[in-house]
């Protein structure tokens, strides 16, 4: 399978009052061409930098380039295929236009579509996402969840193959989960690779091909949702996932 993502001993030190911290200590992964990969880890492990630095916002200490593989390796830490689409937390930070229509198509008209091109990416963009009916509404008015999915559908419309999805379930409630989850798979299956950050693994154990696990800014686990995961979450301050109640089991294996 090819490779869309590799990082080699990646790492990333901040200046701080206190002195140097690391962020990201000697982080190795490979993600595949249409992998889901869930990278889980409690908060100020180190996902959103590991996020940043992929998606070519944020450099890491060892002169990250995200270029092709076969010119860049010998000197860099990250290759990157492709343009990277990120989705952050605060997804309303994203939103461009004043309605979702006019949101999606800023993309596309910045990199010189015609007019039919980008209407047709907007409307492909908008019923993949679920938000064709809202499609003229105040972006501003939209839900938590809906702007996280608006900012998806910015992606999609602008073809690009690797999406990265910060902490996607935050503040989402029982609907708004399973209504991601269905954006999520719906992904998977058009072959796109997808990254999830987030600290609440359970709401996608029925998702990820893989599991990568950071903790104090190291790589502590990568597999799947085997024994070897579930008998150290706690101990890597991630809550397990083997819980009782319904809900969280129908999310799980729906």
């Not at 206190?18 to 249409?34: C, M, Q, R, T």
């Not at 860099?76 to 689409?85: I, K, N, P, T």
């Not at 954006?183 to 997808?194: F, S, Y």
């Not at 979450?233 to 109640?245: K, M, Q, T």
Request: hydrophobic share 40%; net charge negative.
């Amino acid at each position: 399978m090819k490779t869309q993502i590799k990082i080699n001993h990646l790492s990333k030190t901040f200046n701080t009052l206190a002195g140097p911290k690391k962020a990201l200590d000697d982080v190795s992964l490979e993600i595949a061409e249409g992998e889901c990969v869930v990278i889980g880890g409690e908060n100020g492990s180190g996902k959103s930098v590991l996020m940043q630095i992929i998606a070519g916002l944020m450099d890491g200490d060892n002169h990250t380039v995200v270029e092709p593989v076969e010119t860049t390796m010998k000197f860099s830490s990250v290759f990157v295929d492709g343009r990277v689409g990120l989705v952050f937390q605060e997804a309303e930070t994203q939103i461009l236009g004043e309605t979702p229509a006019e949101d999606i198509a800023f993309g596309p008209k910045n990199l010189g579509w015609k007019k039919e091109e980008v209407q047709e990416a907007v409307r492909e963009a908008l019923e993949q996402t679920g938000l064709t009916d809202k499609a003229d509404f105040p972006a501003r008015f939209l839900s938590g969840g809906e702007k996280r999915r608006l900012a998806v559908a910015c992606m999609l419309a602008m073809k690009l193959p690797t999406i990265i999805l910060d902490e996607p379930y935050a503040n989402l409630d029982f609907g708004g989960v399973k209504q991601m989850n269905k954006l999520i798979r719906q992904l998977k299956a058009e072959g796109k690779t997808v990254i999830i950050l987030t600290h609440e693994i359970e709401k996608c154990l029925g998702l990820a091909d893989r599991f990568v696990v950071l903790f104090r800014g190291k790589k502590v686990f990568d597999g799947t949702s085997g024994i070897g995961l579930r008998h150290n979450l706690e101990a890597w301050n991630i809550r397990n996932p083997l819980v009782s109640y319904s809900k969280v089991e129908d999310l799980i294996w729906e």
